[in-house]
């Protein structure tokens, strides 16, 4: 059964640096592209980086680029988000997702992710 679980999340000042983990289960960092979301209140789900399997290329949402990178650990199936110089902005619940595809594209459907883990929270405030 495939399970990703989100950690990591957590309050933190304005300018602060977070590390997200996304531990993969039943399924190869090999194989699917793996992309992390985040959602606000009220707000649409959005995704804000992806990571291909074939060359392990990266790519960031305009509003994330430069703050945000985007790794991963091929033998301990985990894909990480390092959050810094994070702002008001920022907050939101943050999800690790599969993509059906072995590569990114740069733009995130939601109909092409067949599973998602259960979001950790990142709250900044001052």
């Known amino acids: 059964q495939v399970r990703l679980v989100e950690s990591g999340g957590g309050l933190v000042q304005p300018g602060g640096s977070l590390t997200l983990s996304c531990a993969v289960s039943?399924?190869?960092?090999?194989?699917?592209?793996i992309s992390w979301f985040r959602q606000a209140p009220g707000k649409e789900r959005e995704g804000i980086s992806c990571?291909?399997?074939?060359?392990?290329?990266?790519y960031y949402a305009d509003s994330v680029k430069g703050r945000f990178t985007i790794s991963r650990d091929k033998p301990k199936n985990t894909v990480y988000l390092q959050l810094n110089g994070l702002k008001h902005d920022d907050t939101a619940v943050y999800f690790c997702?599969?993509?059906?595809?072995?590569?990114?594209?740069?733009?995130?459907?939601?109909?092409?992710?067949?599973?998602w883990g259960q979001g950790t929270q990142v709250t900044v405030s001052s």
């Open positions: 997702a599969t993509d059906r595809r072995a590569w990114c594209s740069g733009r995130y459907p939601l109909s092409e992710y067949d599973y």
């Open positions: 039943g399924i190869s960092l090999n194989n699917q592209a």
């Open positions: 990571i291909s399997s074939d060359d392990g290329s990266t």
